[in-house]
């Protein structure tokens, strides 16, 4: 099957800095791939479309200037937030659709868990 | 605006009994509807897609159902494992939009 990572794993950073987040589509080509985050006990939520070769399209309330996306090639997108703070800790997850995907299934990455100091 | 809900929080079964999740949604246009199982602090994995013109797809232990007219779905595992002990979300899609819009999620336990 398709497998997405993700890196680093877990990070602890202090309030004022930023964090680079990368996800890799390892052995398949993603032209688009999501980025979401998880508060504990709450559901997955989609923070934008990172799209290979043009600007991301951030869902409703989502800072972009805050959350820089950049989908370098057609196997990498990197999540960078900025100026981070307390409130940005969280779990954060991307995935990536299989072209041609029957359903719309997309691989998840295992997870990157930010905690800003 | 929660377009697909999963209104129970947590479940608690027997191993070896059925376990049975159930998920609503509002848009009629959604096409496909997936579950998605997780550990804690690992990324959701795929177990089990239905199309919205199927009511029924079964896959081993897992089968899911849908009732278009009620828009809602239901996935059962049977005989339930303690390995399958994790939250379950549902998630929809529409045709050509590759996005997927998840439920809240259900923590199913499997008790010994």
């Known amino acids: 099957g398709a497998v997405v990572s993700q890196h680093p794993s877990r990070v602890i950073c202090k309030s004022g800095t930023s964090v680079k987040i990368e996800c890799r589509s390892l052995?398949?080509?993603?032209?688009?791939m999501f980025w979401y985050r998880q508060f504990p006990k709450q559901s997955l939520m989609l923070m934008a479309t990172?799209?290979?070769?043009?600007?991301?399209?951030?869902e409703q309330g989502v800072e972009k200037d805050k959350f820089l996306i950049n989908h370098a090639s057609l196997t990498l997108s990197t999540l960078t937030v900025t100026s981070a703070h307390p409130e940005d800790s969280s779990f954060y997850i991307c995935?990536?659709?299989?072209?041609?995907?029957?359903?719309?299934?997309?691989?998840f990455g295992p997870g990157t868990r930010l905690t800003v100091l | 605006d929660q377009q697909v809900k999963q209104n129970s929080p947590s479940l608690s079964v027997q191993e070896g009994r059925i376990s049975i999740l159930n998920c609503d949604y509002t848009?009629?246009?959604?096409?496909?509807f997936l579950w998605y199982k997780k550990y804690p602090a690992e990324g959701p994995t795929f177990l089990i897609s239905?199309?919205?013109?199927?009511d029924k797809n079964e896959d081993g232990r897992f089968t899911v159902f849908l009732n278009k007219s009620a828009k809602h779905l239901s996935l059962h595992i049977v005989p339930s494992q303690p390995g399958d002990s994790a939250v379950y979300f549902c998630?929809?899609?529409?045709?050509?939009?590759?996005?997927?819009?998840f439920g809240q999620g259900t923590r199913l336990t499997i008790n010994p």
């Open positions: 239905i199309s919205s013109i199927k």
């Open positions: 052995d398949f080509q993603a032209t688009t």
């Open positions: 998630a929809a899609s529409i045709q050509g939009a590759q996005k997927l819009v």
């Open positions: 990172s799209n290979e070769g043009s600007k991301a399209t951030y």
């Open positions: 848009n009629s246009m959604f096409d496909y």
């Open positions: 995935s990536a659709p299989l072209a041609g995907s029957w359903n719309n299934e997309q691989f």
